[in-house]
DNA sequence: CAAGATTATGTACATTTGTACATGTACATC
DNA sequence: GATGTACATGTACAAATGTACATAATCTTG
């Protein structure tokens, strides 16, 4: 087996090892050396699977957004399956907050996309996903503002070290969602 | 005049000139020679003022906390000023988040918070700060959560080519700051 | 099994980088 | 005005970097 081609495979640890390291050095630290060793492949092999380092860090961002895509279909049943919404999505956030490295990707993946129009796309995954996901149970305004709100608990959560707690987030999540009529 | 030295005017253009370029290019995409062709000074100017790299970058951001200070005052008197506490407050982010270079440095800072602890502080200064002013308008909770929605909404607007109205945030900044009960 | 295509990897090289430092210049203090 | 101190800057250099590429190993196809 170890001495088998897998060149998907390959690709793909690469890619992973790219988007582990985004959230120790970011994208603008990425070298082909460092993700090379971290993929414990030789330092021609991502040149070999990647024209150019941008387009290394790209789909390293790529990988990341499909990984919220993935991770919203959890959300949408979730959601649908809780009686609670505002509880249940304040739940499914701290679970999502918790997870550091990829909180740290996610605004990475903000910024590069703040810099580079082409990558808002891979931004808007999760963004728009979630909003839409929200729609369900909320005006599409409502939906928008938990959504952004969530966000910012995202930057939050990257600048404390105490996370937010389940029951100040339902409570705001709550306010958002169902506004005063 | 132009003769004259001036250290502390000097070190200050080198700070401003790297601060303005973090929006460019991020905190990590500083180099020594970037900030010196901006600032307008020779090489061995930013190798002068700052003992390395680091030291510059972090001066910078140092600079940008500086500015949100000052623009939290501002932010003090119009709401103690006006009469619809969330609608001033939104009119209040509007222009906030229409300086997209701020918002990027902003951005930058949190995300160099994310990984050098010893940087909290200075994105501590807007989170707390705005905190502590609308707790004067609010509960403790609730100027936390609003603030929160805002670095949310700065996130937005960086990856959306329209930003958020003034009439959307009201409606969320009043749910956040009005809860219901 | 032959031969062409794909995958794999070590090495080389021009650039760019951070930083050190020698040298020079303006300023203050006496 | 002498002289020590802070400011200023050009230059040098080792280290790191992106990328190209020659060569080899493996796979595929006939």
Redesign the interface.
Known sequence: MSGRRDPEGRRRSIVDAACRLIAE??V??LTHRLVAARAGVPLGATTYYFKTLDDLGEAALEYAAQASAEELDAWEQALRAGTDVPKTLASLTVDYLADRPRA?VE??L??A???RPEL?PL??VW?DGLVEILSAHASP?AA??A??????????A??HDQP?DAA?LA??L???L???G
Not at 147 to 156: E, H, Q, V
């Open positions: 050095v970011g603008g630290g740290l605004t990475e903000y910024i996309a703040a810099h808002r931004a808007h963004f305004d928008r503002a959504t952004i709100f969530i966000d910012g608990a995202l930057l939050f990257l600048t937010l100040a409570t705001s709550a306010a958002l169902n506004p005063p």
